[in-house]
């Protein structure tokens, strides 16, 4: 749980789980003796869309019948041409009733196991209470384009928002792109030559809906302008 009265400036584990789950676009189906199954849903719906997750046996009494293992395994990709792209695996494990198939469009109920994120941070696992708990980040589905936007269509702004980086960066940085977009805030992605470096920059408050993610840019932009003057009038 989130302390009581503390300022979150990022997602837990199980927030970012559950956004990669909800904005996925495709996935590996990967079941005992059979070929992985590469599943891109186009209807809208995204990769899990047809896809259910019950509660596991200890929390609810374990349906009749065999059970087929399954895996899914999700990758999160940045949307933005930054390098090294792929933000975080998703690898989730549950057992299911019936033979997965791409081909139905009925809705495909799977008993959930564990579920596992890695990315930068090391690898976390994620129980199905901690996913019940949280909420879906309104921003999930949205990210990607309203990066892309940034980028393709304001560039210039990108890097004003260097002046909220602290410590600021090194010297012989050659690109900043926002590499990932959340409720609680934006990241840059500050390459080098041969590295990078990512920084966090929190929103005043959390996003609860999609349309104030725009005014949270603006602010900092905002906030970017005003440390611009400010070094100016000092130097």
């Not at 990512?198 to 993610?213: E, M, Y």
Request: aromatic share 4%.
């Amino acid at each position: 749980m989130r302390p009581f009265n503390s300022r979150v400036t990022q997602p837990t584990p199980a927030e970012r789980l559950l956004s990669i789950l909800t904005a996925a676009h495709s996935m590996t189906v990967v079941s005992d003796g059979h070929d992985p199954i590469e599943v891109h849903r186009l209807d809208g719906t995204g990769a899990m869309g047809h896809i259910h997750l019950h509660a596991p046996p200890e929390v609810r009494p374990a349906h009749p019948g065999t059970r087929a293992p399954v895996r899914l395994e999700l990758t999160d990709i940045a949307p933005t041409p930054v390098r090294n792209r792929m933000r975080a695996r998703v690898t989730v494990t549950a057992l299911l009733l019936t033979e997965y198939s791409m081909e139905t469009t009925a809705s495909t109920c799977m008993e959930f196991g564990q579920a596992v994120l890695d990315d930068h941070n090391g690898r976390a696992y994620v129980t199905y209470a901690a996913l019940q708990e949280v909420d879906p980040d309104p921003i999930a589905t949205s990210e990607a384009a309203m990066l892309t936007h940034l980028v393709d269509g304001h560039s210039e702004l990108v890097p004003l928002l260097l002046r909220l980086v602290q410590p600021q960066p090194d010297k012989g940085m050659v690109r900043v792109l926002p590499l990932a977009m959340d409720r609680y805030g934006l990241t840059l992605r500050l390459e080098y030559p041969g590295t990078h470096r990512d920084v966090r920059l929190p929103f005043a408050k959390p996003v609860t809906r999609v349309d104030q993610a725009g005014p949270q840019i603006h602010s900092l932009l905002a906030t970017a302008r005003r440390a611009s003057h400010r070094n100016q009038l000092l130097a």
